[in-house]
């Protein structure tokens, strides 16, 4: 089974699929619609990051594609509608890289608060300021957090062991760790906090998120990062912003538009603006992290490929599939009333008894997992390919 794995996932992803049996192409970076389509040909499993896109004209183009793995947190590059219609799983890795963007960010606010990075430029530049001027601890100093999931609640508690002040702001209603105090509208957090980090997910919604309005509301001379997605930001509001004075400074690692590759320029208005910290998409990016991700989602695919096991799909109904007892049958399908009686009578029909029996449903899919004695006969498996219901039939 053939596995294309693109923009330098890590060793440890490679080296498991490799020792696993499977035929392992991995390059060092992303890929077009075209090229992606090329390379797929005969590829059973496709490993990401964040900058190939995976298109429905993509998957479309790939019949023998069963799996996608996005080696990294998000999956909005990722056209799930259209994975979903065609029966291919889709796993990210959303907790391997938690622990790394948060220290990230609690350097970035700690950096911003000391202007680390122009007294460092001024260094360099054989420049001597010794001066306290704009130079704060951030014991004391209040952080509000935007989105409270995996990262921003982390994120609450280190600050909080800093001796920060944390409140914070979800659409979900999440319990407040520590003393984190949850603050009941946006506007309510950018009244409060002196320091704004983003944590919101990649939905279409949050597209343009925060903008002029949302920036005004800061208090002046606060601090803002953004770790979570390039497009969640109007950065020509951010600019304009920062170079009036409104804002103290700025971290961000996310952008709407990023270079392909490694070498490449990268174009952006906030280039040259002072106690502005940019970084190439890396809060991610450590050695462990990436190890983590690497293991965890190259685990995950292998173990969809080779048992069916859906657990944190982000896509499929999941199902916790183990090894098969001797042979198995994997039914994707469409979830109406019914289907469960149907393939129950098309194996009965053809004398087929089934030793295991495992469905969950999500939306608007079911998926089953049958297990069998002895190999079914193809007359069962053109049964249940031939049901209007039918998304997907793997057997093995």
């Not at 909005?76 to 622990?99: C, E, H, K, M, W």
């Not at 990262?151 to 508690?157: A, F, H, K, R, T």
């Not at 990062?225 to 804002?247: C, E, P, Q, W, Y």
């Not at 001797?326 to 399908?333: F, P, Q, S, V």
């Amino acid at each position: 089974m053939k596995v294309l794995l693109l923009e330098n996932v890590h060793p440890t992803g490679v080296g498991l699929l490799t020792d696993r049996g499977y035929e392992v192409d991995a390059r060092p970076a992303a890929l077009g619609e075209d090229d992606l389509i090329a390379a797929l040909d005969k590829v059973a499993l496709l490993g990401v990051r964040s900058n190939t896109q995976v298109t429905r004209r993509v998957l479309e183009n790939a019949p023998d594609l069963r799996a996608v793995g996005a080696f990294c947190i998000g999956t909005n590059q990722i056209a799930l509608d259209a994975a979903s219609a065609r029966g291919v799983a889709v796993f990210n890795a959303p907790y391997s890289n938690t622990r790394s963007v948060v220290e990230l960010a609690v350097a970035e606010i700690i950096a911003m608060a000391r202007h680390l990075t122009d007294h460092n430029q001024r260094m360099h530049a054989g420049e001597w300021v010794k001066s306290a001027l704009g130079s704060h601890e951030v014991r004391g100093r209040t952080l509000g957090i935007v989105g409270y999931g995996n990262i921003g609640s982390q994120l609450s508690v280190v600050a909080e062991s800093l001796g920060m002040r944390v409140f914070f702001h979800d659409l979900v209603d999440r319990l407040a760790l520590g003393n984190a105090q949850r603050c009941g509208s946006l506007a309510e957090l950018l009244a409060e906090a002196e320091t704004i980090s983003l944590h919101v997910d990649g939905r279409p919604g949050n597209r343009g998120f925060f903008g002029e309005r949302e920036f005004s509301l800061m208090r002046p001379r606060s601090l803002f990062l953004n770790l979570s997605r390039g497009f969640v930001v109007d950065t020509g509001a951010l600019k304009r912003h920062l170079d009036s004075g409104h804002l103290a400074g700025a971290a961000v690692d996310v952008f709407e538009s990023e270079p392909k590759g490694n070498g490449q320029e990268f174009v952006h208005p906030l280039r040259g603006t002072p106690n502005v910290i940019l970084t190439p998409h890396v809060a991610g990016s450590t050695l462990e992290a990436q190890q983590n991700i690497g293991a965890f989602v190259a685990n995950k695919l292998a173990d969809f490929a080779e048992h069916g096991s859906t657990v944190l799909s982000v896509n499929l109904p999941g199902v916790p599939a183990g090894r098969p007892r001797a042979h198995r049958i994997r039914h994707l399908h469409r979830n109406v009333p019914g289907v469960l009686a149907t393939i129950n009578t098309i194996m009965a029909t053809h004398g087929t008894n089934i030793e295991g029996q495992t469905l969950a449903t999500r939306g608007d899919l079911g998926y089953v997992v049958l297990d069998i004695a002895d190999p079914p006969p193809h007359a069962v498996v053109a049964a249940l390919q031939a049901m209007p219901e039918t998304v997907r039939v793997d057997v093995g």
